[in-house]
């Protein structure tokens, strides 16, 4: 056993001692106590595949703007355009540094015309919240954390609508992708239900009150809910595999303060015809010089090996082009897949690449990302 | 867990069932359960040398790789098939899923493994229960 200094304690969600009572194994995710899986990752994963899963991910943040000019300081700091939003609706966007690179990636919220809720990085909570303050005082308009004010459950799969809707008045058919509505949740009234996700399924996101009994009632109410479709609550393992199947950045590998949006891919999200706002000029520098040097690949392992985050990419001469940022297994796909940063000059689709794992040279190819895209719905 | 009595053990989570000469080796529910959901398993070939406290292979799971250490030295007189094509059999019963057979080159190394209740002791304290 080592002995070091007593590091601070860990955070913890409100549903902390429900998660150790199923028997998760824990992990310290940015400082937070959380469960990385309960009943094993591949079963999480394919549960939110095929059917229905639970998470919480309360230990994201949550900015409230508020005021007559909440829009124009949300454009100011936020590359998307934010104007483009009615009330009830929402984007992904992000939160750059002058230089164009990330603070962090988020999604803004239009609750109403001076209104606006920003869902940030747990890891990035303290961070974000200051870089918001900061940036949006010369604007008139008042921001608050309301991060610890709401447990955030994500519900996700296939059958996540039919397991939320034995929960709510509200007619979650007329709630389209990245749009949002209040109303009455296992008894809550004026429950923001948003159907957004990290996962590449359709889900919903609820945020209910954060005191312990209320949480895990409404925990205990949605894994009985979604028992007849199979609901298993997952963990970040899961949560980590399903959103690299959909090609979805994670702060610190796809994106962070030292890769910019263009090199991340991230160039529909970023509005810079709306207006200047933090970190545009950089990006219009980036474009003038004839975009990113280098770009995020999606790769497919042809021979057996498991590029994982930090391994080394070469092309078919031994010579390093790259690094892997996000690797592993893909669970659904059968596959082992990985993001990785290589010269622009490198990207063909099918090209062949390296991936050191451990000793071995191991071939991969280049792919389209999303690797997965969920089946389109049959009406 | 009840680790079986008639095993020995490793402090990297191996166990070997020793048999006159011959010892079948595999990993610990303690190992599987902390790899999670295994996914490859990159054995020894048959005829293959081992030598005791050297990696002899790896085991893969969705997040993790670890290598594995011989418990003993000899040639590998037999692989586990089983575990090309489910290796997720190692989750389900670890002390069952055998990887490899080992023809022992020193039998007195076997001796020196620790028993089942030292190694239940060595997991209780590296988790601090």
Redesign the interface.
């Given at each position: 056993?080592s002995t070091s200094a007593t590091a601070p304690a860990l955070r913890k969600t409100p549903l902390n001692a429900v998660h150790r009572q199923l028997g998760a194994?824990m992990v310290d995710f940015g400082g937070w106590d959380m469960p990385v899986?309960y009943s094993?990752?591949?079963?999480e994963h394919m549960a939110v595949r095929t059917g229905v899963g639970l998470f919480d991910v309360s230990h994201m943040g949550d900015i409230q703007l508020r005021g007559p000019e909440s829009l124009d300081a949300i454009q100011h700091i936020c590359m998307n355009d934010a104007s483009k939003l009615q009330v009830g609706q929402a984007q992904y966007s992000a939160m750059l540094y002058p230089q164009g690179t990330f603070v962090d990636d988020v999604i803004v919220h239009k609750l109403s015309d001076n209104d606006y809720l920003i869902v940030i990085n747990a890891g990035t909570r303290e961070k974000d919240f200051n870089w918001v303050k900061t940036n949006a005082q010369k604007f008139h308009c008042h921001v608050s954390d309301y991060s610890d004010y709401y447990t955030q459950l994500a519900i996700q799969g296939p059958r996540a609508e039919e397991t939320l809707q034995k929960l709510t008045n509200v007619d979650l058919s007329t709630i389209k992708s990245y749009w949002f509505k209040w109303g009455t949740v296992c008894g809550l009234p004026n429950t923001l239900i948003a159907r957004t996700g990290y996962t590449g399924e359709d889900g919903f996101e609820i945020y209910v009150p954060s005191d312990e009994a209320t949480s895990k009632r409404v925990w205990e109410e949605v894994l009985e809910a979604g028992k007849e479709f199979g609901i298993v609550p997952c963990g970040l393992?899961a949560r980590n595999?399903l959103r690299l199947e959909a090609a979805l950045s994670l702060y610190g590998h796809e994106i962070s303060e030292t890769i910019n949006v263009y090199e991340a891919g991230l160039d529909r999200f970023c509005k810079p015809e709306k207006g200047p706002f933090i970190g545009s000029d950089a990006l219009q520098q980036v474009t003038a010089a004839g975009g990113p040097e280098r770009k995020l690949v999606g790769l497919e392992m042809v021979d057996?090996g498991?590029a994982?985050d930090g391994y080394g990419v070469f092309d078919e001469n031994a010579r390093p082009i790259g690094t892997v940022v996000s690797g592993?297994?893909a669970?659904f796909l059968k596959k082992n897949i990985a993001l990785a940063f290589i010269p622009k000059d490198y990207s063909a689709i099918d090209r062949q690449l390296f991936v050191q794992v451990?000793n071995s040279m191991v071939k991969a190819k280049m792919v389209p990302i999303p690797f997965y895209r969920r089946p389109k719905k049959q009406s | 867990m009840a680790y079986p009595a008639n095993y020995r053990y490793t402090r990297e989570h191996e166990w070997i069932e020793v048999d006159g000469k011959t010892g079948t080796v595999g990993i610990t529910d303690y190992a599987q359960n902390s790899l999670?959901?295994i996914?490859?398993v990159d054995a020894p070939k048959v005829g293959a040398t081992v030598k005791k406290g050297e990696v002899f292979g790896?085991v893969?799971s969705?997040?993790a790789?670890s290598d594995l250490y011989a418990p003993v030295s000899g040639t590998v007189t037999e692989v586990n098939e089983e575990l090309a094509s489910s290796p997720?059999k190692i989750?389900t019963d670890a002390h069952k899923s055998w990887i490899m057979k080992v023809e022992l080159s020193d039998l007195a190394e076997a001796d020196s493994l620790l028993s089942a209740a030292d190694y239940d002791k060595f997991v209780a304290?590296?988790t601090?229960h």
């Open positions: 056993m194994k899986e094993g990752l591949i079963a393992g595999t057996r498991i994982r592993s297994p669970p451990r | 999670g959901d996914v490859f790896s893969e969705v997040k790789v997720e989750n304290e590296e601090g």
